[in-house]
Each structure stands twice: as structure tokens, then as C-alpha cells.
């Protein structure tokens, strides 16, 4: 009995061990391939214009899912032939930093075949002077 | 064998609940954003009347950003109303918004600013990012203690002025009349850069915190608005 005991909570241990912690990777599983792309620019105008371009191409064609966080601005994109893609986002018109997000994959709610490394860019106001007090 | 069983249970066991201890010690910060261009604030939610309207864009042309005063448990709590800090005199104002007028979202990042130690420490999910040294308000102009949110960010044209390369307006202002219409504004405090680095570290500012330039401008590339920000 103390065996089957001690059997038991060992599996729930490891569990506790492999439960991934928020990230939602999933632990002791293939990770998805982590991949580069660029932005540019990464200090805009509320509204300008920033182009994501993947450095390195999703293993073959497919979408690319993007998000700017939980909640905000995103959508997908088609990739070329060869796995390469180009995303045009209209910055957002709240100034501050936001993160870029974008994986590889078939479909919307699939599995990510490939994941981009996280991306910043900051929206800045930059029509008027600070009038703090310095 | 069971030696080892037994091992490997207090090893998992430990891990679970330092997982439960870590996420249980961070709550990150709501913070709310205008959907509306008119967002009335009450200073109950059973009372009749606003006392103030909001607008959104502010006169200064950014989409309006307000703190939520509770945790994530408050706002679930009700989820009609949220209670905010606001961005007005007198410091420390707060009141209740209605929550189909703004869309809420979280914000993992503290600012702490010791007055005393004239230290700014950045942290994200509860560690510590990095710590700096700041610039703080003179005697007569001193920065005032409480809790506040950075609600503008600001590239000055200047990149060499008194601002340096970038500045964060605060929901808080100053309490001092040397300092309540500085440069023809209304008293805001800043976390903003500086052009005398020399300043660092002094009681030297209008009430504002100076940082080094290299750390605003880092600031600049990880920090949302509504990133709160509590002075002692």
C-alpha cells in the first residue's frame, strides 16, 4: 500500500514539475521552432506605419498569426512561397511600448509550428513639448 | 527505490508550491483605456451624478488612460464599475467609471521611487529589472509622495533639452506653488531624462524624477502607459 502511495504522488510530483508555468509551453513536449524577424521602424507616431519582415522563414508555406498582446490589435498574413512574410501594422494611437508577436502555423488555432522571437516598438507622442516640471 | 519515490516527491512538491507561492505574490495592475470620448466618473457607483467628466483624446491629444485602484479580485467583484485613480488634483484622487465606457487590460510593471535613497526600481511580475539612481525635487519644489501611473510618453524634439531623449507624464502633480505652472504648465510630474547628469542622484528638479538618459530611453522600449508608479 505505502508503495502505491509513494507511486501516486511521484506521478503527481512530476506532473507539478512538467505543468508548464504561464507561458503555455509545454514542457517535456518538441518545443516549436524559435525564429528572428525584424520591425522597423521602432519609435512611430500614434498611426504611422511599422513593417514586421521575418529574417528567418517559416519551415514551409503557411500563415503567420501576429498580436500586439492579449486583447490588442492582430491578424495573419499569408506567407510567400518559400516561407517568408511581410506585416504592416498601423501603430496604435495610445503612446507607450508594445510587444510583437508572431508563430508559424496552418491554421487559426493550430498548433505553432514555429515561433518569432518577442519584438518591441514604442508609439511616442511627439507633437508638442513636455511641460513637466523638469 | 522508495528512497528515491519519496525524493522525488518532496522535490515536485517543492516546485508546486514555490509555483503557487510566486504566483500568488504578484497581481499585476488593470489598467483601463477610454472607449468613449466623454467617461463620467463617480464618486460612488449608487451615486446619482458624476462629479467629473473625462475626455478622451485629453487636450493633449492622447487616448485617455486611468489606473483601476482594485486588484483583479474588485474588479471581478462588480463587473459594472471600476474604481480608478485619476490623473487631477488634488493627488491621490479616485473615483468610479463605468466599465462598458473603457476596455481593461493588465500591466505587469511597477515603478517604486525612493525619495530617501533617490533610487527609481523597475520591476516586472514582482523582480526586479534594474535599479537606478534619479534626480528628485529640491526643498522648496519636492516631489510628492503617493501612488501614481505614467499616462503620456513624450520623444522631445530636443533630444539634448532639459527632457533628455524621452519623457513619461504622471497622474500626479505638485504641491508647490514654485512649481505649479512650470514651462506654462500645470504642475504634472514627469520621469523624464535630463541634459546634467551631474543632477543624478541630487535633489536638484522641479518636482520631476530625472533618470539617466540610456535608462529613459530603455524605459521608453518596455513600458505601457498606465504603468503604475508609487513614490515614498
Redesign the interface.
Known amino acids: 500500500m505505502?508503495?502505491w502511495i509513494?507511486?501516486v504522488?511521484?506521478m503527481?510530483?512530476?506532473?507539478?514539475?512538467w505543468v508548464p508555468?504561464?507561458d503555455g509551453a509545454i514542457g517535456g513536449l518538441a518545443q516549436p521552432a524559435s525564429l528572428s524577424a525584424t520591425l522597423s521602424p521602432?519609435?512611430v507616431q500614434p498611426g504611422a506605419q511599422i513593417t514586421a519582415t521575418s529574417t528567418q522563414p517559416c519551415p514551409q508555406p503557411m500563415q503567420v498569426f501576429w498580436s500586439l498582446?492579449?486583447?490588442?490589435l492582430s491578424g495573419s498574413v499569408q506567407t510567400n512561397t518559400e516561407g517568408s512574410w511581410v506585416v504592416r501594422i498601423t501603430a496604435p494611437?495610445?503612446?507607450?511600448?508594445?510587444p510583437f508577436f508572431a508563430y508559424c502555423a496552418f491554421n487559426q488555432g493550430g498548433n505553432a509550428i514555429a515561433m518569432y522571437n518577442q519584438l518591441?516598438f514604442?508609439?511616442?507622442?511627439?507633437?508638442?513639448?513636455?511641460?513637466?516640471?523638469? | 527505490m522508495?528512497v528515491l519515490?519519496?525524493l522525488?516527491?518532496v522535490?515536485?512538491?517543492a516546485?508546486?508550491i514555490a509555483?503557487h507561492n510566486s504566483?500568488e505574490a504578484f497581481t499585476p495592475a488593470w489598467v483601463a483605456?477610454a472607449a468613449v470620448a466623454d467617461v463620467a466618473v463617480y464618486p460612488t457607483p449608487a451615486a446619482p451624478e458624476p462629479t467629473m467628466h473625462l475626455t478622451s483624446?485629453t487636450a493633449?491629444?492622447?487616448?485617455l488612460?486611468l489606473l483601476v485602484a482594485g486588484t483583479a479580485k474588485d474588479v471581478e467583484k462588480d463587473d459594472a464599475w471600476l474604481p480608478v485613480h485619476l490623473p487631477v488634483r488634488p493627488n491621490g484622487s479616485q473615483g468610479w467609471v463605468r466599465a462598458a465606457d473603457v476596455?481593461v487590460?493588465?500591466n505587469d510593471y511597477r515603478i517604486l521611487i525612493d525619495l530617501d535613497d533617490r533610487k527609481l526600481t523597475l520591476t516586472h511580475e514582482g523582480e526586479v529589472v534594474f535599479k537606478t539612481a534619479i534626480g528628485v525635487?529640491k526643498d522648496n519644489?519636492p516631489t510628492p509622495g503617493g501612488i501614481y501611473y505614467?499616462d503620456?510618453?513624450?520623444?522631445?524634439?530636443e533630444a539634448n533639452g532639459?527632457?533628455g531623449p524621452?519623457?513619461y507624464?504622471?497622474s500626479g502633480f505638485?504641491d508647490s506653488p514654485a512649481?505649479a505652472n512650470?514651462?506654462?504648465?500645470?504642475?504634472?510630474?514627469?520621469i523624464?531624462g535630463t541634459n546634467d547628469p551631474d543632477s543624478i542622484g541630487k535633489q536638484t528638479?522641479?518636482?520631476?524624477i530625472r533618470v539617466p538618459n540610456d535608462v529613459i530611453s530603455h524605459m521608453?522600449?518596455?513600458?505601457?502607459?498606465?504603468t503604475p508608479v508609487e513614490i515614498v
Not at chain 1, 503527481?12 to 514539475?17: F, K, N, P, R, T
Not at chain 1, 498582446?69 to 490588442?72: A, D, L, V, Y
Not at chain 1, 514604442?122 to 523638469?134: D, E, K, L, W, Y
Open positions: 505505502k508503495q509513494a507511486a504522488a511521484f503527481g510530483a512530476m506532473v507539478g514539475l508555468a504561464t521602432t519609435y498582446g492579449p486583447g490588442s494611437r495610445t503612446p507607450g511600448a508594445y518591441n514604442t508609439v511616442v507622442a511627439q507633437n508638442r513639448p513636455p511641460r513637466f516640471t523638469g | 522508495r519515490l519519496l522525488a516527491c522535490v515536485g512538491a516546485a508546486l509555483r504566483s483605456t483624446p493633449d491629444g492622447d487616448p488612460v476596455t487590460s493588465t525635487g519644489t505614467i503620456e510618453l513624450i520623444q522631445p524634439t532639459l527632457y524621452f519623457a507624464g504622471l505638485s512649481a512650470f514651462r506654462g504648465g500645470d504642475g504634472a510630474l514627469g523624464h528638479s522641479h518636482g520631476c521608453a522600449t518596455i513600458l505601457p502607459l498606465g
